[in-house]
């Protein structure tokens, strides 16, 4: 996760197991932004609590 809460996924995409989508397996050799679930924009997590310590377990 980077520091704007941006999931990043990189390594070898066997049977599409990134989750980027398509058919076909693109291997990531860099850190890349997950897609989200319509596969046009970037996939970003919300602070889990409310509570400080958790949140910073979160991360």
Do not use: E, H
């Amino acid at each position: 996760m980077d520091n704007d809460g941006r999931l990043l996924i990189w390594g070898d995409d066997y049977q599409q197991n990134l989750g980027q989508g398509g058919t076909g397996t693109t291997n990531l050799a860099v850190p890349t932004p997950v897609k989200d679930t319509a596969g046009s924009g970037v996939l970003s997590l919300a602070p889990l609590s409310t509570w400080p310590n958790l949140t910073q377990r979160a991360r």
